[in-house]
């Protein structure tokens, strides 16, 4: 099994700045274990979680609810808004409350959509490999394999 990691920077934005490392030790049966990959670019072991078949497919189900809730949120909220401006238009403006509500109700279909975009990538591309810190000088990059190794 192999993760793509790379220094922590503005820089490292481009796939081509991850380098891909093997990870040692193997995948656990249940659960998550700890291993340890050394980074191409600093020589440095870096610790990961990794986690097993099934909880990887189990992450990557959430990730798919996720979006589908997301996708349900957003429609619901363009429904409402759409009733809204029906009920409003032309007859009469809305007043300032209604017009701040429908502003809002903007800004959160996207991030709803934003959301969902994300939640779908990661339903597909979720590897089953966290770093153990979210902080400190590395990334990683899902490499889309699927966690059968």
């Known amino acids: 099994m192999e993760v793509a990691i790379a220094r922590r920077s503005v820089a490292h934005r481009r796939p081509d700045d991850y380098a891909l490392s093997p990870v040692r030790g193997t995948r656990p049966a249940t659960g998550r274990a700890t291993a340890l ?42 429904v409402a808004d759409t009733i809204t401006i029906a009920g409003l238009m032309p007859d009469k403006p809305a007043s300032q409350p209604v017009a701040i509500l429908l502003g809002l109700s903007s800004v959160a279909i996207a991030g709803g959509v934003l959301l969902a975009i994300r939640a779908h990538r990661l339903a597909r591309e979720d590897d089953g490999v966290r770093l153990a810190w979210w902080f400190g000088p ?10 059968d190794d």
């Open 138 to 147: 590395h990334r990683l990059r899902w490499t889309s394999t699927l966690p």
């Open 37 to 78: 990959v050394e980074c191409e670019h600093c020589g440095q072991a870096v610790r990961c979680k990794v986690y097993s078949v099934e909880d990887t497919h189990r992450l990557r189900a959430r990730w798919r609810l996720v979006t589908r809730l997301c996708v349900i949120a957003v429609v619901a909220m363009l």
